[in-house]
């Protein structure tokens, strides 16, 4: 674990967590699970409960993409006092024909180790 005083900027991993949405939303799946744990945390917030590990978010995301069409657009990224850092995301989701099912702001709060994603959890 690295000290507080080693950590990347708040502006530093702002950029990194905007890179992994803009990745997430053309399912570049690879390439945002390689910015996470082995043994992350992750909320599913389609199913519920929570998944633990890469595999577990790819099946999840696998199946969630073949229901609904999820953008998501981080619009503020602020640092907790613990060091977690609190996105505001704007999420639309749309049936797979386009019909738009809901758009909401919620909250997305990461936990890092290091540079890699170590627990995301979601906030109304």
């Given at each position: 674990m690295l000290h507080s005083d080693d950590r990347p900027s708040t502006s530093a991993r702002s950029r990194e967590l905007r890179e992994l949405y803009e990745a997430f939303n053309a399912r570049e799946i690879d390439r945002v699970l390689a910015a996470m744990t082995?043994?992350?945390q992750w909320p599913n917030g389609?199913?519920?409960g929570h998944l633990e590990g890469r595999a577990s978010v790819r099946d999840y995301w696998i199946r969630q993409w073949a229901q609904l069409r999820l953008s998501l657009t981080p619009v503020q990224f602020r640092e907790?006092?613990?060091?977690?850092i609190e996105v505001v995301v704007r999420l639309v989701a749309r049936d797979p024909g386009g019909s738009v099912l809901a758009r909401e702001e919620v909250r997305h709060v990461y936990e890092f180790?290091?540079?890699l994603v170590r627990r995301m959890q979601v906030e109304q």
């Open positions: 082995a043994d992350v389609w199913e519920g907790r006092g613990d060091g977690r180790e290091g540079r």
